[in-house]
């Protein structure tokens, strides 16, 4: 008899879906989402940047020439240049010419037109190939014999500080999703407590014909995980809409490091993080719910 009770108090939805301030709640839970979403790809995007460049900092080298008479220049990289494709004859050498090593300073001048007769210095790059030895510390005193001055840098320097910031900015990045995730499950209970005080009489009744409340509690994991699941899904298309936008040329432009972009094998991550999201909702919701109704709605 208290089954069919029950059945028939809940043939209609317990918990209105469009009460207790649903569309607001589903509003603020959508920008955490947001938020989320942009943290989690700017990580990603983190990642793929450091190993791009760890990637291309590998087998590599930069050869510069310090040359204090500049009509001594092309002489001097004429002899690096013998010497180093003697010693590396299966590698990349190659010469940087002016423009690009212009280029490579306006990090640090701008886009100010510089005076031709400024001294830049002579670079060469070399990538090593598999086969030749990379050891470069014999080189500086062979041309230093024939009077040329270089000085050598393999970029593992640079290679490490990539590393190091990169391992910071996951970090931190790791750091900022477990706040939105907190933030995500502080709502959630607020809005268990809420739908638990509006629902007071609903629940007594429910609880006076024989209902358990493990059968209440569902129906809080139920409804939050919904929630959870659209809010998800809104939060990660408003974000991946966005992260496509500042990934165009323009907007780029304005950025001093690479943006956030948006890579197709991105939707593994961020399918999981809307399942995610969904269950941290229906997990904060289903624990809230069961020590509220423990404590307050259940007489010993």
């Known amino acids: 008899m208290q089954d069919n009770t029950v059945k028939n108090l809940t043939s209609n939805p317990l918990l209105d879906p469009k009460g207790n301030d649903a569309g607001s709640l589903l509003f603020v839970l959508s920008i955490v989402a947001y938020l989320a979403t942009i943290t989690l790809m700017f990580s990603l995007s983190m990642n793929r940047i450091s190993a791009s460049w ?34 590396y004859p299966n590698s990349e050498v190659t010469a940087v010419d002016k423009k690009k090593s212009l280029d490579m300073l306006k990090p640090w001048l701008g ?41 050598i840098d393999d970029h593992t320097r640079w290679s490490e500080q990539v590393k190091r910031s990169a391992t910071a900015l996951k970090v931190a990045s790791s750091a900022l999703l477990i706040l939105i995730f907190s933030i995500a499950i502080l709502i959630t209970n607020y809005a268990t407590k809420s739908a638990l005080l509006a629902q007071k009489k609903i629940i007594n009744i429910l609880l006076q014909v024989g209902a358990k409340n493990i059968f209440i509690t569902k ?44 890579h197709w094998p991105d939707l593994i991550y961020l399918l999981t993080f809307i399942i995610g999201f969904s269950l941290n909702c229906s997990i904060s919701a289903g624990l809230t719910s069961t020590n509220i109704l423990s404590k307050k709605y259940r007489r010993k």
């Open 54 to 87: 760890n990637t291309s900092l590998k087998n590599t080298a930069t050869v510069q020439i310090l040359v204090d008479n500049p009509r001594l220049i092309e002489t001097q990289v004429d002899i690096t240049l013998k010497n180093l494709k003697e010693n």
């Open 111 to 151: 886009n100010s037109v510089l005076p031709d007769d400024l001294p830049i210095p002579a670079l060469i790059s070399i990538k090593f190939a598999k086969e030749d030895n990379k050891d470069l510390a014999y080189l500086t005193p062979d041309l230093k014999a024939e009077g040329v001055i270089i000085e």
């Open 219 to 262: 129906l809080f994991i139920k409804q939050a995980g919904v929630r959870g699941l659209v809010s998800g899904f809104y939060g990660v298309s408003l974000g991946c809409v966005t992260i496509i936008l500042i990934s165009t040329d323009r907007i780029k432009e304005i950025f001093i490091i690479a943006p956030p972009s948006f």
